[in-house]
């Protein structure tokens, strides 16, 4: 029996896709939060008050509008109790970020980019924003690294 697999592929494509729109996990937060694990859906994430964002990035050109919810609303929301998150990436890319910075700054769970939805290929389906534009202090190299992309789990330390 001979496989096609551009079609095999195409029918996993297209599962992925349902699967999506029936509410796929997008983050998973654990460690000292009220019920951990918890696992978020794209549709609890856009239930959260969403704000927009105008700034700069270092990987980006001019200043795109970013869209999604802050990080301290979601953590106040899932009763967060800690002094730092583990934030995890896709690749395995981890950066601990204090929860000082949440409460400090605006920074963003960014859900969009210029109003398109953000994926994987353009650092979604979460990505952690800082408003870099806003605060000469996070023009710096250390908050460079917290802003992970590709965001796929939060650990609250």
Do not use: C
Request: hydrophobic share 45%; charged share 25%; glycine share 6%.
């Amino acid at each position: 029996m001979r496989v096609n697999i551009f079609a095999a592929m195409a029918a996993i494509s297209a599962a992925s896709a349902a699967a999506g729109e029936a509410g796929e996990v997008l983050l998973t937060v654990t460690g000292r939060v009220a019920e951990a694990p918890v696992e978020l859906t794209r549709a609890d994430l856009e239930a959260l008050p969403q704000r927009s964002l105008i700034t700069a990035t270092t990987v980006t050109d001019g200043r795109p509008e970013f869209e999604g919810f802050l990080m301290r609303d979601l953590l106040e929301h899932l009763g967060a109790e800690g002094d730092s998150v583990v934030a995890l990436a896709l690749n395995d890319y981890r950066a601990e970020i204090p929860v000082s910075d949440f409460e400090d700054y605006d920074v963003l769970g960014a859900l969009t980019m210029d109003g398109a939805q953000l994926s994987p290929r353009d650092k979604g389906p979460v990505w952690i924003v800082y408003p870099r534009d806003d605060h000469r202090e996070l023009q710096d190299i250390r908050y460079d690294m917290r802003w992970v992309w590709q965001l796929v789990s939060l650990h609250v330390k």
